[in-house]
């Protein structure tokens, strides 16, 4: 499983429980196409964090790139519901951060074969 982060702040004036339903709205619709595994929103707790990481954590789990591929794809159609769904969290969107991390170790890892 590879897992797609996104840190994020919002821009000021944006609700806080309009961007959790739109992202709800939006990925829900990337998952039921199969384009995503699965995806959760996190919030920072106590203020503790990375300030420049901002305040909202979104993780997307996709089962490999291909997968990422098609959902890239598909967004960037920019046409539809997907352009309106895509648009209603980005919009609300001030300052973010991407990472793409995979499970460790790797399921297909072959060991004792390592050159370094």
């Known amino acids: 499983m590879d897992i797609y982060h996104s840190f994020c702040s919002l821009k000021p004036g944006s609700s806080d429980t309009d961007f959790a ?3 709800g709205t ?3 619709d990337l998952q039921e196409k199969g384009k995503i595994a699965g995806w959760r929103l996190m919030r920072r707790k106590l203020g503790l964090g990375p300030r420049e990481l901002g305040e909202f954590h979104l993780m997307i789990e996709i089962e ?3 997968q ?3 959902a890239f794809t598909l967004v960037s159609t920019r046409d539809g519901d997907i352009e309106m769904r895509h648009h209603s969290v980005n919009s609300m969107i001030d300052k973010i951060t991407f990472a793409l991390y995979r499970d460790f170790p790797d399921p297909h890892r072959v060991r004792g074969n390592e050159k370094f």
Do not use: V
Request: aromatic share 8%.
């Open 68 to 70: 990422l591929d098609d």
């Open 21 to 23: 339903d739109n992202i």
């Open 64 to 66: 490999n790139l291909a």
């Open 26 to 28: 939006y990925l829900d």
